[in-house]
């Protein structure tokens, strides 16, 4: 059974840019979920879609948005990119239900030069 | 606001003995916690988790203990092996929410 798979894995764009990241979750799971790891950083809650709506969304501004499809696949938005957000981006998924673990992709390094 | 903190940035064991790698929350509503495992340039990978109900998880080498009074969990290794050394990340799960809110990390060296 394939996992959650992110694409693409390394992203390079220039400030002011937008950058659009996509996660297929596994199949069956209705969540998406997006961190952020920054260097040296621990993982920080975006975004969670589940059943093609956002529930919840961190400490973010609007700049970071994103999507859930019909089909359960999610992408996530950046858009005025600025050098802070080179980071890695990580999407997990799961059933939605009470009390289970997370599944996460490779993550996408997305570089802001 | 960190709800969920792992003070300890890094830690060194020698292969063979206990690892012991903790982390505290400070929400008592949390019900549900995980620990994943994170190599260099992967996403991190679901290892053990624990309700609330209970206070001890066991899977082969790694036990998760709770304490709840204490808001207080953590994870043992034993034995540790070289194969070990990795970013541990707990995380606690609100209820109702269904997210997840991960500590920032702890770096864990196992010697050879």
């Known amino acids: 059974e394939a996992g959650v798979t992110q694409s693409p894995t390394h992203l390079i764009k220039t400030r002011g840019q937008q950058a659009t990241l996509r996660c297929s979750p596994i199949?069956?799971?209705?969540?998406v979920y997006w961190y952020q790891q920054a260097l040296g950083l621990g993982l920080q809650f975006l975004l969670w879609y589940d059943e093609g709506e956002e529930r919840n969304r961190g400490n973010f501004p609007p700049r970071f948005s994103g999507r859930q499809f019909p089909n359960y696949s999610s992408e996530l938005n950046v858009n005025a990119l600025e050098l802070e957000d080179s980071a890695l981006y990580l999407c997990?998924?799961?059933?939605?239900?009470?009390?289970?673990?997370?599944?996460f992709g490779q993550g996408t390094r997305l570089t802001v030069v | 606001d960190q709800q969920v903190k792992q003070n300890s940035p890094s830690l060194s064991v020698q292969e063979g003995r206990i690892s012991i790698l903790n982390c505290d929350y400070t929400n008592s509503m949390f019900d549900y916690f995980l620990w994943y495992k994170k190599y260099p340039a992967e996403g991190p990978t679901f290892l053990i988790s624990?309700?609330?109900?209970?206070d001890k998880n066991e899977d082969g080498r790694f036990t998760v203990f709770l304490n709840k009074s204490a808001k207080h969990l953590s994870l043992h290794i034993v034995p540790s092996q070289p194969g070990d050394s990795a970013v541990y990340f707990c995380a606690a799960s609100p209820p109702g929410t269904y997210k997840y809110i991960f500590g920032t990390g702890t770096r864990l060296k196992v010697l050879a």
């Open positions: 624990i309700s609330s109900i209970k």
């Open positions: 997990a998924s799961s059933t939605g239900h009470m009390n289970t673990e997370a599944f």
């Open positions: 199949s069956g799971h209705t969540s």
